[in-house]
């Protein structure tokens, strides 16, 4: 039991087809706090730092392109096990994968567009959300 932030991010896909609010509200109602938003537009500089654990994979060229393609959300979420709990609710990276009632498995059936990200550890966690929140969170 730990109370955690995390960092997620509504893809310009997610903000796109107007999921934000959608997205947000399910946060909340599950009990999760939110400490911070932002809307931004991911430079290429950002988005091949953000996504550093995908550099020399085949994709990662379009997945900098793609995550900065147009506006994100950048929420940081707080609450008991809110790295996990995030996770689960996003559903699997594939979204043909990913349960109906997650996010994923609602809204997406294209892995390169699947609507959301959220960090995927502490360490992940506290790196992204430095670069997304360099001034720290409320
Ligand atoms: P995650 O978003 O569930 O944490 P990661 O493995 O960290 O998944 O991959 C980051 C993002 O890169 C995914 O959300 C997905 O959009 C994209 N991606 C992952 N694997 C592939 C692939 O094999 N081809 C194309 N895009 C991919
Ligand atoms: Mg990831």
Known sequence: MARETTLVLVK????RRGLA????ARFERRGLELRGARLL???KALGREHYAEHK????????VDFISSGPV???AVSGES????????????NPLDSAPGTIRGDFALELSENIVHGSDSKAS???ELA?????GLV
């Open 12 to 15: 310009p896909d997610g903000m």
């Open 21 to 24: 609010g959608e997205i947000l």
């Open 41 to 43: 537009k991911v430079s």
């Open 56 to 63: 020399g994979k085949p994709f990662f060229g379009d997945l």
């Open 73 to 75: 959300l950048a929420l």
């Open 82 to 93: 809110a790295i996990s709990v995030v996770r689960t609710m996003m559903g699997a990276t």
């Open 125 to 127: 966690a506290k790196r």
């Open 131 to 135: 670069l997304f929140f360099p001034d």
